[in-house]
Nanobody
Framework: QVQLVESGGGLVHDGGSLRLSCAAS????????MGWYRQAPGKQRELVAR???????NYADSVKGRFTISRDNAKNTVYLEMNNLKSEDTAVYYC???????????WGQGTQVTVSS
């Protein structure tokens, strides 16, 4: 089992910045990939960014050049630095961890990000 606790959401204006944090605990040795997803009202949950155990990173096209995912292995924490935020970034952001041995998929409770124009 893996537990994920997110923090850092809030309300910002267009062009503003926020940093989200996701602290993992439990069976962290089994985590293969950690990432951030978001879900806007009336839309499906979508991948924002993810980083795997080897350090390979993927971003959604819509956030490339604006968002940066990083991790601190000593703190078992993944961060999402979000710059130049736009109103279309408004959503609930969820941290995700995918595990091996056994296979598992875990979600945080979500944190609201609201960008006002």
């Amino acid at each position: 089992q893996v537990q994920l606790v997110e923090s850092g959401g809030g309300l910002v204006h267009d062009g503003g910045s926020l940093r989200l944090s996701c602290a993992a605990s439990g069976s962290i040795f089994s985590i293969a990939v950690m990432g951030w997803y978001r879900q806007a009202p009336g839309k499906q949950r979508e991948l924002v960014a993810r980083i795997n155990r080897g350090g390979t990173i993927n971003y959604a096209d819509s956030v490339k050049g604006r968002f940066t995912i990083s991790r601190d292995n000593a703190k078992n924490t993944v961060y999402l630095e979000m710059n130049n935020l736009k109103s279309e970034d408004t959503a609930v952001y969820y941290c995700n961890a995918a595990t091996t041995t056994p296979l598992g998929n875990y979600w945080g409770q979500g944190t609201q990000v609201t960008v006002s124009s």
